[in-house]
């Protein structure tokens, strides 16, 4: 599976995406589905202290990339990991068999944001990411081209459909 890449008897998948696409609902899903380990990255970052502190302006905590990489190495080198966060550039490459991007269009995404509260340059931002295709570009950028896939969250068909894919993905690595 991949040059030279070590082989795990369980692949791990990043789930990706602008915040309010579906990741961790995805996740989740995929997770009762398969018995794999979902791994919401934001969550482990504010339990574990993995962070510099308090971004006033994002109104998040500033990851700290060497501390979470540390945190999940052993986990990853044993495979069955769905990793679920709104970036994707600082993880290993190895770490990873398949990148899902989940993306949203505007129309629903705006709701779902404003939902959970976001306003003003919070909301913005995570628009204009959605909009640029930001995720997209960076799982491009970051892992090799057959291994990232683009998957429409629009809808809660569209969450049965991606986690069917990507259940029958998994299945697949594993017998192939
Ligand atoms: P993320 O983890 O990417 O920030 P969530 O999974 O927390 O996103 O989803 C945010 C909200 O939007 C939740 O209320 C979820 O039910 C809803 N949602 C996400 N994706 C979809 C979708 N494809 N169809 C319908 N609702 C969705
Ligand atoms: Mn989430």
């Known amino acids: ?17 602008t915040p309010g696409t579906g990741k961790t609902t995805t996740a989740l ?22 962070h510099d502190g ?36 600082f993880f290993p490459e190895r770490w990873f068999d398949l990148v899902a991007v989940l993306q949203s269009d505007n129309s629903f995404l705006h709701g779902r944001l404003t939902k959970r509260g976001y306003t003003g340059k919070k909301l913005s931002n995570n628009i204009e990411c959605e909009i640029f295709q930001v995720l997209l570009e960076e799982a491009n950028e970051s892992y090799p081209e057959d291994i990232v896939v683009a998957l429409r969250s629009d809808t809660v068909e569209d969450i049965d459909a991606n986690v069917a894919y990507l259940s029958r993905w998994l299945t697949t690595w594993m017998t192939d």
Do not use: Q
């Open 1 to 17: 599976k991949g040059g030279g890449r070590k082989k795990r008897e369980k692949p791990n998948i990043l789930i990706t995406g």
């Open 29 to 50: 899903s995929l997770a009762s589905a398969t018995g794999f380990r979902h791994i919401n990255v934001s969550d482990l970052v504010k339990e574990k202290n993995l």
């Open 54 to 89: 308090w971004d006033e302006e994002l109104e998040c905590y500033v990851l700290n990339e060497d501390l979470v990489c540390d945190e999940l190495e052993d986990l990853m080198d044993g495979g069955g990991n769905i990793v679920d966060y709104h970036g994707c550039d």
